[in-house]
């Protein structure tokens, strides 16, 4: 069983009584529809991450959140980090699909230009040649595996007709996201005043890595590409220990910052680890090194916790008239999330939109009335369908689970 006590809430015009453990009544509510029935914590010690000395540090889980970071962070430069969100803006725009390369790019004197002032001045760059044609999927290869600076200026120029535009994208993206801590000044990162933290950082990454073309090219150790012939992904982490990305990055005022994304297996499921590691003076193998040790430590907490059991009893309806309660179960199956040890979760019931208790008096068993959502202190990691366990017919009907 979900619960088992009582305690009485009302969602609606349809009373719930849901149950607590010690049975005091139910709070917290987030809207009118909408109620805290039991909140639970993941049995086990919460991951004992070793935070990085100087910089900052944060760990997340694809799909679930960020499992810690660093204390007292702060926006800071990031270097070629940036090019993730140029990355995302433009697959936003121009998605591709796996095995597609989307439209071609005609390299142009300006676009020659970039390139030749950028390499003048000791930045990463990727040679491209006036005349020939590249295809969106070969730019976002040499953006993300060598880090090529002009060619993230290609890509924001070929989006937006020029870099401030296609910055603003950037920024609306991050807003979109929730990374309250970031702000974008350019597309590739060599502008200081592109800024983030460890945390926002990783979850960019798990956005960016739901993506199977991003995914496809951040894995590779190289790729070939006109007229240099073979380029190297500068991320020193892609193939240690199952590391499969993401992007890392170095200015004198960054240091080195380093995104690493590595598989790991819980209950035979896939899950996709990340590290996020910012500010490091000694370069990106320290780095590298940091990020490793915090995808140890928090696959070795990563559980898949049973948050639902089969046809538990979460709450039952009380309708006008005098009619007997109804109860409302859980999913048919046990159902899993996957977090970690030590983690506070909170069990929230929501009513169906538009339900009423004269309609519900009608429904048959199995009907879906409402929603039982999973909640983490960042957001919803589960939801199921609550259903009615039985018909209500009459001040003495039926109220079993059935």
Same mark, same amino acid.
């Given at each position: 069983?979900?619960?088992?006590?009582?305690?009485?809430?009302? *969602?609606?015009?349809?009373?719930? /009584?849901?149950? /607590?453990?010690?049975? @005091?009544?139910?709070?917290?509510?987030?809207?009118?529809?909408?109620? @805290?029935?039991?909140?639970?914590?993941?049995? %086990?010690? #919460?991951?004992?991450?070793?935070?990085?000395?100087?910089?900052?540090?944060?760990?997340?889980? $694809?799909?679930?959140?960020?499992?810690?970071?660093?204390?007292?962070?702060?926006?800071?430069?990031?270097?070629?980090?940036?090019?993730?969100?140029?990355?995302?803006?433009?697959?936003?725009? !121009?998605?591709?699909?796996?095995? +597609?390369?989307?439209?071609?790019?005609?390299?142009?004197?300006?676009? *020659?230009?970039?390139?030749?002032?950028?390499?003048?001045?000791?930045?990463?760059?990727?040679?491209?040649?006036?005349?020939?044609?590249?295809?969106?999927? +070969?730019?976002?290869?040499?953006? =993300?595996?060598?880090?090529?600076?002009?060619?993230?200026?290609? =890509?924001?120029? &070929?989006?937006?007709?020029?870099?401030?535009?296609?910055?603003?994208?950037?920024?609306?993206?991050?807003?979109?996201?929730?990374?309250?801590?970031? !702000? #974008?000044?350019?597309?590739?990162?060599?502008?200081?005043?592109?800024?983030?933290?460890?945390?926002?950082?990783?979850?960019?990454?798990?956005?960016?890595?739901?993506?199977?073309?991003?995914?496809?090219?951040?894995?590779?150790?190289?790729?070939?590409?006109?007229?240099?012939?073979?380029? &190297?992904?500068?991320?020193?982490?892609?193939?240690?220990?199952?590391?499969? %990305?993401?992007?890392?990055?170095?200015?004198?005022?960054?240091?080195?910052?380093?995104?690493?994304?590595? &598989? $790991?297996?819980?209950?035979? !499921?896939?899950?996709?680890?990340?590290?996020?590691?910012?500010?490091?003076?000694?370069? =990106?193998?320290?780095?590298?090194?940091?990020?490793?040790?915090?995808?140890?430590?928090?696959?070795?907490?990563?559980?898949? #916790?049973?948050?639902?059991?089969?046809?538990?009893?979460?709450?039952?309806?009380?309708?006008?008239?005098?009619?007997?309660?109804?109860?409302?179960?859980?999913?048919?199956?046990?159902?899993?999330?996957?977090?970690? $040890?030590?983690?506070?979760?909170?069990? &929230?019931?929501?009513?169906?939109?538009?339900?009423?208790?004269?309609?519900?008096?009608?429904?048959?068993?199995? /009907? *879906?009335?409402?929603?039982?959502?999973?909640?983490?202190?960042?957001?919803?990691?589960?939801?199921?369908?609550?259903?009615?366990?039985?018909?209500?017919?009459?001040?003495?009907?039926? /109220?079993?689970?059935?």
């Amino acid at each position: 069983m979900l619960l088992g006590a009582v305690a009485l809430v009302v *969602v609606g015009a349809v009373a719930l /009584t849901s149950s /607590t453990p010690n049975g @005091v009544v139910a709070s917290g509510r987030r809207s009118p529809t909408t109620v @805290v029935v039991k909140t639970m914590v993941v049995p %086990g010690a #919460y991951p004992a991450l070793k935070w990085p000395k100087v910089g900052q540090a944060a760990v997340a889980v $694809r799909g679930v959140g960020i499992v810690g970071r660093s204390p007292l962070e702060k926006p800071v430069p990031i270097a070629s980090l940036t090019k993730m969100m140029t990355a995302y803006v433009i697959l936003q725009d !121009h998605p591709l699909a796996p095995g +597609e390369t989307g439209p071609t790019i005609t390299v142009t004197k300006g676009y *020659v230009a970039i390139f030749d002032q950028e390499e003048s001045e000791g930045d990463s760059t990727v040679k491209v040649v006036r005349g020939e044609s590249l295809s969106e999927y +070969e730019l976002l290869e040499a953006l =993300l595996i060598p880090s090529g600076d002009n060619i993230a200026g290609m =890509l924001a120029t &070929w989006d937006s007709g020029s870099i401030w535009r296609f910055v603003e994208k950037m920024n609306a993206a991050a807003r979109s996201l929730g990374l309250s801590s970031t !702000h #974008y000044a350019d597309a590739s990162g060599v502008n200081p005043l592109s800024v983030s933290t460890a945390a926002d950082q990783a979850k960019l990454a798990a956005d960016l890595m739901g993506d199977a073309v991003v995914r496809n090219i951040v894995r590779r150790s190289h790729v070939a590409f006109p007229v240099v012939k073979t380029i &190297w992904n500068a991320n020193p982490a892609v193939g240690v220990d199952g590391i499969v %990305g993401v992007k890392s990055g170095w200015t004198l005022r960054a240091n080195g910052c380093l995104v690493t994304a590595a &598989w $790991r297996t819980v209950r035979l !499921h896939g899950v996709l680890v990340i590290a996020a590691t910012l500010g490091q003076p000694d370069g =990106l193998w320290n780095a590298a090194q940091l990020d490793e040790a915090l995808l140890d430590t928090t696959t070795a907490s990563i559980v898949a #916790y049973r948050v639902a059991d089969p046809d538990a009893t979460v709450a039952s309806v009380a309708l006008p008239g005098g009619v007997r309660d109804a109860l409302l179960v859980a999913p048919t199956t046990s159902s899993f999330a996957v977090v970690w $040890r030590g983690l506070k979760l909170s069990e &929230w019931i929501s009513a169906a939109a538009g339900l009423a208790p004269q309609t519900l008096a009608d429904e048959p068993a199995g /009907t *879906v009335v409402g929603e039982l959502s999973v909640v983490a202190p960042w957001g919803t990691v589960a939801e199921f369908p609550l259903r009615l366990a039985v018909t209500p017919t009459g001040p003495s009907g039926p /109220t079993g689970s059935g």
